[in-house]
């Protein structure tokens, strides 16, 4: 199974997806933990160690870009890779987005026409141009032992 651009995901035991435009998933089994859900957050561009990563988990169409089912952060390393763990989230099929907060206010940063001004990466690698991405073109499926990577492009 392949998915396009920008997300893949590890499950143990469920065989391997990875996104064409990420580092091969193999790379990161290194961080599956069998009693949860993994994210790997990779930046495709030269960034600062220590700066934070914001990542937003969606359950649902009605919630999505709304109303976050679990909200975490992560640091990047000198690698420029964030390693976030998600304790208790159940099996099933959720929306990931994901940015990085380059000027370390804690919020996504948008200009005069609301288009982001810091990167941000949705699951499955929706890039959408003139609206906003859908929950359903978004959504992966995850389980414990799952390692979600995603790549932050500049």
Known sequence: MRI??????????LGV????????PEAYTEYSDPLNVVAAIQTNFEAEAGQQVRLAVYANEDDFLEMAAVKHQGALNETGLAIVR????????YAFAA???????????????GIPTEPIAF???????????????TKVDVAPGSVVVITLEN
Request: no cysteine.
């Open 99 to 113: 940015y990085l907060d380059m000027n370390g206010d804690g919020r996504l940063n948008r200009g005069a026409l």
């Open 123 to 137: 699951s499955n690698g929706i890039v959408p141009k003139w609206r906003r991405p859908n929950f359903d073109e």
């Open 4 to 13: 396009l651009l920008g997300i893949g995901v590890l499950a143990a035991g």
């Open 86 to 93: 998600f304790r208790g989230l159940k099996p099933g099929e």
């Open 17 to 24: 997806a990875y996104a064409d435009s990420a580092p091969e």
